[in-house]
């Protein structure tokens, strides 16, 4: 299953629970007391995935690593590059 299969089918999933809530299908006493948290539950859901996804990008962009053996190995590959470029005639 790809991913985005398994992003549609939880949503719909939630979004049948949260229908069936709004809907009175499900009668609870709980549920009819907190009827304005039921209502603004999707919005509260899309604002803590938004405030964990900056949340993972903030701490991989912070643990990125620098790969400094990398670095001087292309650095040399690229003068390499430009010494045979040079030998072949091209100028720049």
Known sequence: MTKLLEWISVISAVF???YSLIGGYVKHP????NMNIVL????IFVLLFGLYAVTVVLYRVFTFNNCEEAAKELQVEIAEARKD????????
Request: aromatic share 10%.
């Open 85 to 92: 470029l040079l030998d072949k005639g091209l100028k720049w």
């Open 16 to 18: 049948a629970v949260w």
């Open 30 to 33: 709980m549920i009819e007391n």
């Open 40 to 43: 603004v539950s999707p919005i």
